[in-house]
C-alpha cells in the first residue's frame, strides 16, 4: 500500500498532494505550487499505458498495488530529465581547464570526476569528449568519470548512448557528431569507445553514502533547486565527503553554497565554483592520495 507523508502542495487537490509526496518521499524532490501541472502532463504516459482517465484512477491503483512497480513508474515519470550535450559550454570548458591544472600539480595520478543527477547522460558524455580531446594534456591520462543518477530508466538509456536528431543537434557540432556517433535509422549511437569512459550507476542523492574514493571535481548542476534547505545541507554532506580538499564543485547556475554549508567556499580561481574546504585545502593534491 501507498504511504506519502509529506509536504502538501498549497491549493493542490488531494490527488495532486499525494502524487507530490509521493515523489518527496522517494526522492527528496518537491514540486513548487507553481509547477503542479507538471504533474498531470509528465503522467499522461503512463495514464495511457495502463488505460485510465484520470490522476483519480491512477492514485486508486497507486494505494491498492501489492508492489513498488507503479510507484516506480509514476516517480520516474515525474522527475526532470531535462539536458543537453555541452550545457553551458563554458562550464565545461572551465572543468577542462581545472583538470589540466589538477594533473599539473600532480602528474601521474588519475583524476576522478562525479557527476551526479546525470539524467540521460549528455553530460558526462560531454566531459568523456572534453577529456579525450585533451588527453595529451592530461598526460595520456583519461579521467575516471562516474555518473548517477536515481532513475533506472534514464540510466537505461545513458548506458545505450542512443539519441534523437533533436537532442544530438543540441549543442554538439558537427565534427563531434561525426567522431563520436554513428546514425542508426533515425538517431545517433555513441560509439562504445565513448560510452565506455563512463560508468553509469544508480545512485539516490538524498539516501544513499557517496561512491567511494575520492573525486577531484564533482558536477551537481541544477538538482539542488528541488530540494528543501535541510536536505540541501544533507546533500552538500554527502558531496564533501566524496571531495578531496581542495576539490572543485560545480553547481547550477542559479545555486549556491552560501548559507548552506560550510564545506565550500567560492573558488578564486574558477568563477562559478566551489572549492572543498579541509585540513589539506591549501595543500598539494599528490598529498592527499
Not at 542523492?205 to 567511494?212: C, Y
Not at 574546504?277 to 592527499?288: H, I, P, V, Y
Request: overall charge neutral; some cysteine; aromatic content about 8%.
Amino acid at each position: 500500500m501507498m504511504h506519502v507523508p509529506g509536504q502538501m502542495v498549497p491549493g493542490a487537490s488531494s490527488t495532486m498532494t499525494m502524487i507530490a509526496a509521493l515523489l518527496e518521499q522517494r526522492t527528496g524532490q518537491q514540486i513548487a505550487a507553481n509547477r503542479a501541472w507538471r504533474i498531470e502532463t509528465a503522467l499522461k504516459p503512463v495514464l495511457r499505458e495502463r488505460g485510465l482517465a484520470t490522476l483519480d484512477e491512477l492514485v486508486a491503483q497507486l494505494i491498492a498495488a501489492r508492489t513498488g512497480e507503479l510507484a516506480d513508474k509514476v516517480v520516474d515519470a515525474l522527475l526532470n530529465q531535462e539536458t543537453s550535450f555541452f550545457r553551458d559550454v563554458a562550464v565545461l570548458d572551465m572543468i577542462a581547464d581545472a583538470a589540466r591544472a589538477l594533473y599539473a600539480e600532480a602528474p601521474g595520478r588519475r583524476l576522478r570526476v562525479w557527476s551526479a543527477g546525470c539524467s540521460t547522460g549528455q553530460e558526462p558524455l560531454s566531459l568523456a569528449m572534453l577529456f579525450s580531446e585533451q588527453i595529451e594534456a592530461l598526460g595520456g591520462h583519461m579521467p575516471e568519470i562516474i555518473a548517477t543518477d536515481i532513475s533506472p530508466a534514464a540510466l537505461t538509456r545513458a548506458r545505450s548512448g542512443r539519441f534523437s536528431q533533436f537532442e544530438i543537434q543540441r549543442g554538439l557540432p558537427v565534427r563531434r557528431m561525426m567522431t563520436w556517433f554513428d546514425t542508426v535509422g533515425g538517431d545517433w549511437v555513441a560509439k562504445q569507445e565513448l560510452v565506455r569512459k563512463v560508468q553509469f550507476r544508480q545512485h539516490n542523492l538524498t539516501a544513499d553514502p557517496a561512491p567511494p574514493g575520492r573525486f577531484d571535481i564533482i558536477l551537481c548542476r541544477n538538482v539542488m533547486l528541488y530540494f528543501s534547505l535541510p536536505l540541501r545541507r544533507q546533500v552538500f554532506d554527502t558531496l564533501a565527503s566524496a571531495i578531496r580538499p581542495g576539490g572543485l564543485l560545480a553547481l547550477g547556475a542559479g545555486e549556491t553554497v552560501i548559507g548552506q554549508t560550510e564545506h565550500f567556499a567560492p573558488s578564486e580561481e574558477y568563477r562559478g565554483f566551489y572549492k572543498a574546504m579541509g585540513s589539506c585545502a591549501q595543500g598539494s593534491f599528490a598529498a592527499t592520495g
